[in-house]
């Protein structure tokens, strides 16, 4: 057990639709990062926060937003669905986000499927 | 996009063989990190290597970084069952904040 904690573990929805991803990091970490795992695209990353502000930015697409909150948890907001966004989504945590040896944390995922 | 490039992309041993995965990348990095996913689930951090290492051991996994040939590798000795998932390795490149992973190898251990 990784420390992370994400819900909801499933989710299938319809396309068009909006869904909420929520991640816990780790107690003491400040930096949360999404990615997403398709079996065409592999691991991507997605977009980072820190402290409650965006730090860095992968391959989001402009349909997907994320925030984090003063209690450090985060939310992943995805809308206007469609079936390519079927996956599994990722969060990790780390203590500050930045550094050489900042290992990242992984939570058991979030599974989207669209229909 | 993915910068590395696991080879093999699947591999099947024994149980008490070594495993032997490797990971070329192709960018300047801080350093390169490997990670397990058994199906379907989250990723567990295995081991970080810095771009200053050569060699690191965990346990029985020892992990070999040329920055000058931009690979890395990860062995895994006397493999058990438990062992079976995907491994996959991530860098943390010059400049950036966030992992870019490899494609993964896909690892069996037969009982």
């Known amino acids: 057990d990784s420390g992370v904690t994400q819900t909801p573990k499933h989710l299938i929805t319809a396309t068009g639709q909006r869904v909420t991803l929520r991640c816990s990091p780790r107690s003491g970490d400040l930096s949360v990062y999404w990615y997403q795992q398709s079996l065409d695209q592999g691991l991507q990353f997605l977009i980072q926060?820190?402290?409650?502000?965006?730090?860095a930015k992968g391959n989001i697409l402009e349909r997907f937003s994320a925030q984090q909150f003063p209690d450090l948890h985060s939310e992943l907001n995805l809308s206007s669905l469609e079936l390519g966004d079927s996956a599994l989504y990722f969060c990790?945590?780390?203590?500050?986000?930045?550094?050489?040896?900042?290992?990242?944390?992984f939570g058991p995922g979030t599974r989207l499927t669209v229909l | 996009s993915q910068q590395g490039e696991e080879d093999p992309q699947a591999l099947s041993i024994q149980e008490g063989e070594n495993a032997t995965m490797n990971c070329s990348y192709k960018?300047?990095?801080?350093?390169l990190q490997w990670y397990r996913q058994n199906s379907g689930r989250g990723l567990v951090h295995l081991i970080l290597i810095r771009s200053n290492e050569r060699e690191k051991h965990s346990g029985r996994l020892r992990v070999t970084l040329d920055t000058s040939k931009k690979s890395s590798s990860l062995l895994i000795t006397a493999s058990r069952a438990a062992d079976t998932a995907s491994y996959f390795c991530a860098t943390l490149d010059t400049g950036r904040r966030a992992l870019t992973f490899g494609s993964g190898t896909r690892l069996q251990v037969q009982p």
């Open positions: 960018t300047s990095i801080n350093n």
């Open positions: 926060y820190y402290n409650g502000e965006e730090r």
């Open positions: 990790a945590s780390s203590v500050a986000g930045g550094p050489p040896t900042d290992t990242q944390y």
